[in-house]
């Protein structure tokens, strides 16, 4: 809906849309059907559109969390503790953005719960924080489309998507992507991702 698009959307509730239609396309296959490579990607980003919720704190930033991923390859998750070593940078407020069964592995001594199952007041606020860092899950796509900048935090041999050997993304510009070197090693992912957060805190406290 909040897409700058003439296409209609329609629900489909018994597997076909209510309508007569000429094309059937999966998902999956829309790249190819709308000619979508690396060469040549989204066409606009953003490409969802929302208004932020206003966290005003100066000097402070805003950073966005989620660690766990589905449960259908847990290779993708960050186990809570590495992630919550984060918490060692100072000047930043962390933001839970983590839903589901790892929402239960949160203790309030490591940022605010901020997160919602409602997709567009999640979009909400998560376009209002200076930074997302997240496992590989729905958190990064959505921050990817509203085009806020993404830290995306993947294991050594993560989804075809994000391709081999790349900090970047065709996909989302705003993204940047931290890898394992080493299956299952999360502490230098962390420390790279701390270090670099440290930096990110530095420059934007001068302008504060």
Same mark, same amino acid.
């Given at each position: *809906?909040?897409?700058?698009?003439?296409?209609?959307?329609?629900?489909? &509730?018994?597997?076909?849309?209510?309508?007569?239609?000429?094309?059937?396309?999966?998902?999956?296959?829309?790249?190819?059907?709308?000619?979508?490579?690396?060469?040549?990607?989204?066409?606009?980003?953003?490409? %969802?559109?929302?208004?932020?919720?206003?966290?005003?704190?100066?000097?402070?930033?805003?950073?966005?969390?989620?660690?766990?991923?589905?449960?259908?390859?847990?290779?993708? &998750?960050?186990?809570?503790? #590495?992630?919550?070593?984060?918490?060692?940078?100072?000047?930043?407020?962390?933001?839970?953005? *983590? #839903?589901?069964?790892? %929402?239960?592995?949160? /203790?309030?001594?490591?940022?605010?719960?901020?997160?919602?199952?409602?997709?567009?007041?999640?979009?909400?606020?998560?376009?209002?924080?200076?930074?997302?860092? /997240?496992?590989?899950?729905?958190?990064?796509?959505?921050?990817?489309?509203?085009?806020?900048?993404?830290?995306?935090?993947?294991?050594?041999?993560?989804?075809?998507?994000?391709?081999?050997?790349?900090?970047?993304?065709?996909?989302?510009? /705003?993204?940047?992507?931290?890898?394992?070197? #080493?299956?299952?090693?999360?502490?230098?992912?962390?420390?790279?991702?701390? *270090?670099? %957060?440290?930096?990110? *805190?530095?420059?934007? &406290? #001068?302008?504060?």
């Amino acid at each position: *809906q909040t897409m700058e698009s003439s296409a209609e959307f329609l629900p489909i &509730s018994d597997g076909s849309p209510p309508v007569e239609y000429d094309i059937d396309a999966e998902l999956m296959e829309l790249p190819y059907v709308l000619r979508i490579n690396i060469n040549n990607p989204i066409i606009e980003i953003p490409y %969802l559109r929302v208004k932020a919720r206003e966290y005003i704190e100066r000097g402070r930033l805003k950073a966005g969390i989620a660690w766990k991923s589905g449960d259908w390859d847990a290779r993708r &998750s960050i186990p809570y503790e #590495k992630m919550k070593l984060l918490n060692k940078v100072e000047g930043v407020d962390f933001h839970i953005l *983590q #839903k589901g069964k790892g %929402l239960s592995e949160w /203790t309030d001594n490591f940022g605010f719960l901020s997160g919602s199952e409602d997709i567009y007041e999640a979009a909400e606020i998560v376009k209002s924080l200076d930074v997302v860092i /997240t496992a590989d899950t729905m958190i990064a796509h959505l921050a990817g489309a509203l085009g806020v900048r993404v830290w995306l935090l993947l294991c050594d041999d993560p989804d075809w998507r994000w391709f081999e050997n790349r900090s970047d993304s065709p996909w989302y510009p /705003t993204m940047r992507i931290f890898r394992q070197k #080493k299956a299952g090693e999360w502490d230098k992912v962390i420390a790279e991702v701390a *270090q670099e %957060l440290s930096i990110m *805190q530095k420059k934007a &406290s #001068k302008f504060c």
